[in-house]
């Protein structure tokens, strides 16, 4: 909630004919053909994508080795085919929405196209927690946990 909140707050400071670019003469003005609000957005997209590499970068160091899981080529082969159904998705819905044919359709493609490959992602994600259920009902959790243990102990894999 927070995070919706604080986007439609910037949002009101970088698109025209809100709220804060209403207020902030500065947001209004031109600098060499781009408008103040648009060279504010642009510039908190670089700064936030540095955070969140800075972010990601800290979280992979710190994070504990995984336990091992069986090899499921069916399922790579799954999320392959999801990504790629993704992206051509939000290909096609950009394509069929560019009304300014150079600078909307750079915008739909990238847009569309995350869109896309997040929804992919996501229902890959489900589909490989359920499995991860159903594997764990059928031969217990502690069967996971033992080899994430050894992992972690002997710093290399199980039986190796």
Known sequence: MVGAFTHVLWDSFTHPGRFGVERVDWLEESYS???????????????????LAIAVWR????????PVQPHQPELRLLALLALAVGFGVGVMGALS??????????FNLVTQTIAGAAVAA??????????????????????????AAETRSSGSLPGG
């Open 33 to 51: 053909d781009i408008a103040g609000h648009e060279l504010a957005q642009h510039v908190s997209t670089v700064l936030g994508l540095g955070f």
């Open 59 to 66: 979280h992979a160091r710190l994070r504990l080795p995984a």
């Open 122 to 147: 996501a229902a890959v994600a489900v589909i490989w927690h359920a499995r991860r259920v159903v594997h764990d009902r059928r031969d217990g959790p502690e069967a996971g946990r033992s080899a």
């Open 97 to 106: 929405q560019a009304d300014n044919p150079y600078r909307s359709l750079a």
